[in-house]
């Protein structure tokens, strides 16, 4: 018998059972490693069962203002000097490149000076097809800013708007949290 053939021939069921029990730890502990980690990221902001996101460890809420006369939500999250803000509607009563549209003209372009930004591409925003705007400009103090708006409609007309901004230089420490806020998002 030559050692290709010791090596293909069955050894009982000794190596099945150890990769079934390696699989089945694999998993359990994958699971007990996602609750972990969801644990330690914060609780969720926005409207529950409507359009959430879940902020990375290290991020501070410093508002989290819900209105229910009109079903919107606006969280305001720190991270040093990035400021991240989502904005959740249980209707957000446009199609996604609309809504985009109206978060520039109507919350960029009067918040910042000399507003520069690139064109809407595509990008995912839990798990739905979304849109992403990058930007510089100047805050009303005269400070170089740079910041990314992401934005998704739900199938059930829910929108969600994830504005991250940060001083120059400062947003792509933190591209990977906002990256993680976009992709965990949940938007019904």
Not at 84 to 101: R, S
């Amino acid at each position: 018998m030559t050692d290709v053939d010791r090596a293909f021939r069955p050894h009982g069921w000794g190596p099945a059972v150890a990769v079934t029990l390696t699989i089945v730890a694999l998993t359990v502990g994958g699971r007990v490693v996602a609750a972990a980690v969801q644990d330690a990221a914060g609780a969720p902001v926005g409207i529950p069962s409507v359009a959430t996101v879940h902020p990375p460890r290290g991020w501070t809420v410093d508002a989290d203002d819900r209105r229910p006369d009109d079903d919107t939500s606006r969280s305001v999250l720190t991270k040093g000097s990035a400021v991240v803000v989502v904005t959740a509607f249980a209707d957000a009563g446009v199609d996604l490149p609309t809504l985009m549209a109206v978060y520039e003209d109507g919350v960029l372009a009067p918040r910042l000076l000399h507003l520069a930004t690139t064109d809407v591409t595509s990008f995912a925003v839990g798990g739905l097809p979304g849109l992403r705007l990058v930007y510089v400009g100047r805050s009303a103090a005269r400070a170089p800013v740079e910041g990314v708006v992401l934005a998704t409609v739900g199938p059930s007309g829910a929108g969600l708007v994830i504005e991250a901004t940060a001083p120059e230089s400062v947003l792509a420490s933190v591209a990977a949290d906002i990256a993680a806020m976009a992709a965990g998002a949940r938007v019904a």
